[in-house]
């Protein structure tokens, strides 16, 4: 809300920026939750030794990276040296993200959450939540936070990927405009 405030306020829409696009914004977004997911996996413990979660921090990373370099990209202007028009490569990135992150949600999500593949359905089941001795983040209030993090990143790369496919669909190309 703040970063539209002032977008309105100061008559960003006539600054030619990336970041100062609704894509640009979105974008900027999907980084930052990908950063506090980061701050979450700091606890080693909720994702060491199994093969699926690991898959989960290797999407984050990976669609971290992906969003950085789109940024970075239109940044120095290297957009025009891509095979492909900017929009059909955003186009591209976000639906790869789409499908990594939902891949990531499901995986996470079963093996976090259900008892079937050793998960926790219930904080009280968590002995570090119920010990409440440490003022932290229990494990289990980690692994939801994780959960709800990859499906708000989720709906944001899909936001994302709308706005490029309508990008492409009516034919603009280059900067994105404020539609």
């Known amino acids: 809300m703040e970063v539209a405030c002032v977008w309105e306020c100061y008559k960003l829409k006539e600054i030619p920026c990336f ?3 609704m894509p640009g914004l979105l974008k900027v977004l999907e980084t930052f939750v990908a950063c ?12 060491i030794d199994q093969p699926a979660l690991e898959w989960c921090v290797a999407v984050y990373s990976i ?17 025009n040296r891509l095979p492909i028009s900017f929009p ?8 790869l993200s789409i499908l990594l992150h939902f891949t ?23 002995v570090n939540c119920i010990d409440r001795t440490t003022h932290g983040m229990c494990a289990w209030e980690q692994r939801l936070a994780v959960a709800v993090l990859t499906a708000a990143n989720l709906l944001t790369y899909m936001a994302d990927l709308g706005y490029w496919a309508h990008q492409v669909s009516v034919g603009t190309g280059g900067q994105p405009t404020d539609s």
């Open 104 to 126: 990531a949600l499901v995986l996470w999500l079963l093996y976090q959450f259900d008892e079937k593949y050793g998960g926790q359905p219930q904080q009280s089941s968590d």
């Open 63 to 79: 669609c971290f990276i992906l969003a950085a370099v789109a940024m970075l990209m239109d940044r120095e202007e290297w957009e």
């Open 19 to 21: 970041v100062h696009t």
């Open 36 to 47: 506090v997911i980061f701050a979450f996996l700091s606890n080693t413990s909720l994702y």
């Open 88 to 95: 059909v490569f955003h186009l591209g990135l976000n639906l």
